[in-house]
T-cell receptor
């Protein structure tokens, strides 16, 4: 079945450094969603990408969807301690609530 | 508007027991999905209910079951609990209409099986 691989699993950065997590699939994805889960919390939706080569920005966060729609990335510029958490990519098909999640990248930020 | 509400938030059971978890979706959302989250396996899809019908099912044994009521509230049940069932069970609701659905998660029910 469809699998979504996410790397790295963990990332420790100094506050102010940049951070990137990557999401890859062996099959073409119809869409990609990104969620953030704070420690002790639940996943919260960040953004959805559906078009080939799409780039979206949210303040210091930049999301990209690959041209072949098989990969995606989330880049955070100048990390802050509030960015701490686990970032998940997820992909679904059709109009259902079934999403396949990547394993997540846990970001730690040292002040 | 109110978010997704899950009850109970924490529970402890022993092996062999059964458990029922409840989820109230966002008003107007017709789809409810359930996910199991463990440190080793990440977020695993259990099943999805839409208009009281199971629309999708993940790769979990038959001990895991669910249902949805006419008001879109959903319950999931795990029978004959095993130690490996210890996890955070997350419910998520979505509109359920056309297009990829954005999920709104509840705070989860943390189950510990002893």
């Amino acid at each position: 079945g469809q699998q979504v691989m996410q790397i790295p699993q963990y990332q420790h950065v100094q506050e102010g450094e940049d951070f990137t997590t990557y999401c890859n699939s062996s099959t073409t994805l119809s869409n990609i969603q990104w969620y953030k889960q704070r420690p002790g919390g639940h996943p919260v939706f960040l953004i959805q990408l559906v078009k080939s080569g799409e780039v979206k920005k949210q303040k210091r966060l930049t999301f990209q969807f690959g041209e072949a729609k098989k990969n995606s990335s989330l880049h955070i510029t100048a990390t802050q301690t509030t960015d701490v958490g686990t970032y998940f990519c997820a992909s679904g098909s059709g109009n259902t609530g079934k999403l396949i999640f990547g394993q997540g990248t846990t970001l730690q930020v040292k002040p | 508007k109110a978010g997704v509400t899950q009850t109970p938030r924490y529970l402890i059971k022993t092996r062999g027991q059964q458990v029922t978890l409840s989820c109230s979706p966002i008003s107007g959302h017709r789809s409810v999905s359930w996910y199991q989250q463990t440190p080793g396996q990440g977020l695993q899809f259990l099943f999805e209910y839409f208009s009281e019908t199971q629309r999708n099912k993940g790769n979990f044994p038959g001990r895991f079951s669910g249902r949805q009521f006419s008001n879109s509230r959903s319950e999931m049940n795990v029978s004959t609990l095993e130690l490996g069932d210890s996890a955070l069970y997350l419910c998520a609701s979505s509109m359920g209409g056309s297009g990829a659905n954005v999920l709104t998660f509840g705070a989860g029910s943390r189950l510990t099986v002893l």
